[in-house]
Every structure is written in structure tokens, then in C-alpha cells.
């Protein structure tokens, strides 16, 4: 059965986090169009719980290339959708999924605005205290967030969308950034005991991550 996920979310609502209804139908084996249909039919019910977004995007089947309507839902439009079906165990397991799905959506948004946010901003303002005058600041703060970037092993423009555990790291990571720079004469200096200090730190979380190599014993 499919993984529920969150929506990656246009900015307009970045703060939402809304689930595709292509995942409620595979997740209750239920056609698509089925689903929207029912969607449809209770649109004036789900809009008690806020906006039925729209999109059009690739079919649920990803094989011919067609183009559906797909609803993106909020937390309660989509318990709602799943109390109109019976309680079958593939049901009640995706109510499970949907729980844990938006838990985890509102443990991230937590840490983005009480340690992430925080976390980022004393980072660049200490930064910004060494590199001040320099014509290459704004690049230099860039390649900072590339370093931190590596070490949680995401890319560019993927901020937004961190899990929980994800965002945790992040905070981690940063902290240690900024601790580093602690001392330095200069951005250069500085620079240099934040690369120093987060290649230790994925060196950490590769050997964390290693499968174990002991053989259990027979």
C-alpha cells in the first residue's frame, strides 16, 4: 500500500500542509475519478474546513500522459473524505497513516519556527558581523548554507519541504556552524572552522548510518 505523504505546497499556502487525493485513492484502492466525484458531491462540506484546492496535474495511473483534476486537501477535509467510506481494515489503516502524516507535518512546522528560524538567523548575523565591507558576502553566506545543506543531504530550494527529522538535524547542524566560528580573526577564518567542523559531523552520520557489520551469532 502507498506511503501517505504531504503535498509540496505552492507559497500561498507554504504553512498547509494538504495531502493529493491520487494518494487517497490508490491508499483505499478506489478509483481516481471516483474519489474527485465524491469530492465533488461534498464540496460544500469540505469547504466548512477551508478552500478545496484544485490542481491539474499527471493522471493517477503515470502511464498515458493525460492530465487530471487533483485535489490537494487540508487535515480536517481529508479525515472527512475518509469518515464517508466504511470502516475496512484498508480504511482504518489509512486513517492510521493520516494521523501520523500530519503529525509529523506539524512537528516540522514546529522546529522550522522555534529552532530552525532562530537558528539560521544567528548563524548569519555572526557571519555577517566577519564579513561585513566584503564585495563576496552575498555569495559567501550562500556556500555557508551549501555546507549545511550537504551534511542534512539535501539540495537547494529543499528548505521548505524538511521532515521532522530533517529540520532536527538541520538545527543541530547549524548550531555546530555557528559555535565554530567562535574566535575567528575574519569570514575566511571563519568559513574555514565551519567546513572543518560540519565535514566531521557527516563523517559522524556516515558511520551512524552504516548497515552494522557483526554477524549474529548462530
Known sequence: MNAITIQPLPLVIKDMPRVDSRLLAAN?????????ALIDKYQPNLAAFGKVLFQIAPSADGKTGQKERV??????QAFFLVALSRNTPRVVELKGKLVKAFAEARRAAQV?????????????????????GSPNERFVHMNLNKL??????????????????????????QDLATRAMHGAANH??????????????????EVSNEPSRSQPRK
Open 112 to 132: 522550522h519556527t522555534t529552532e530552525y528560524l532562530p537558528g539560521y538567523h544567528e548563524l548569519h548575523d555572526q557571519f555577517h558581523a566577519l564579513a561585513v
Open 71 to 76: 485535489a490537494l486537501l487540508n487535515e480536517d
Open 28 to 36: 483505499m484502492h478506489n478509483q481516481h475519478r471516483t474519489t474527485v
Open 148 to 173: 549545511v545543506n550537504r551534511v542534512v543531504g539535501i539540495g537547494s530550494g529543499q528548505r521548505g519541504d524538511l521532515t521532522a527529522p530533517k529540520q532536527s538535524l538541520m538545527v543541530v547542524a
Open 188 to 205: 575566511h577564518e571563519a568559513y574555514a572552522f565551519v567546513k572543518a567542523v560540519l565535514i566531521n559531523l557527516g563523517r559522524v552520520l
